[in-house]
Every structure is written in C-alpha cells, then in structure tokens.
C-alpha cells in the first residue's frame, strides 16, 4: 500500500519560514520524481516545485529563489523549505510521486497559512 504523509504545515507570519515534510512509504522512492503542489479554494492545483530521481529540479516562477525542494532517498522523503513566505502563499500544499510509466500518487495535504 502506497502512503505519501505530508507534515510540517501551520500558521506563520509573513516573511516567515516553515519546512514541509513527505515520508513516502509502498514505492522504490528513488526511482519517482517527487514534487509539491498546492491548492487553494476554487482554484486548480499547481505545482510548486519538482525534483527528479537525478536530482533535477523544476520550481513555480513565483517561489523560485524562496522554496527549496530537495529529497533523502535513504529515508524516503521528500522536503519543501520555504522561506520568505507570502500570503499569497497560503493554500493546501499536496505531496506527490511521479513515475514514468504513469504511476501518481497523492498524499492528504497540509494546510500552510501566511498571515499576520
């Protein structure tokens, strides 16, 4: 059984920090692209950052030089630093795993609130 388990989330002010967690379990980690997305209400979900199985990275244009995406292949995680956070940055921020035959998978989300 696939499980992605997302942690890390909460209410912070703007300027900010908070990292986000995923601890992937059920899959050969290594050999999945992992990434975050986030939602917000009435709006589609968009990625935020990438990192392939190289090491590769992909960021959001708005978060590029503030979020850090970086993964632990021996303790299957994944990892978002955000720094610098934004209001606008407030939404639900979903964990996912990519493989290139089409294998996606999804964690339940955790809320990141920006606001003073």
């Known amino acids: 059984q696939v499980q992605l388990v997302e942690s890390g989330g909460g209410l912070v002010q703007p300027g900010g920090s908070l990292r986000l967690s995923c601890a992937a379990s059920?899959?050969?980690?290594?050999?999945?692209?992992m990434a975050w997305y986030r939602q917000t209400p009435g709006k589609q979900r968009e990625l935020v950052a990438r990192?392939?199985?190289?090491?590769?990275?992909k960021y959001e244009a708005s978060v590029m030089g503030r979020f850090t995406i970086s993964r632990d292949n021996a303790k299957n995680m994944a990892l978002l630093q955000m720094n610098s956070l934004k209001p606008e940055d407030t939404a639900v921020y979903y964990c996912?795993?990519?493989?290139?035959?089409?294998?996606?998978?999804w964690g339940q989300g955790t809320q990141v609130t920006v606001s003073s």
């Open positions: 996912n795993a990519l493989l290139w035959s089409g294998d996606n998978y």
């Open positions: 059920g899959i050969i980690f290594s050999r999945y692209a």
């Open positions: 990192i392939g199985g190289d090491g590769s990275t």
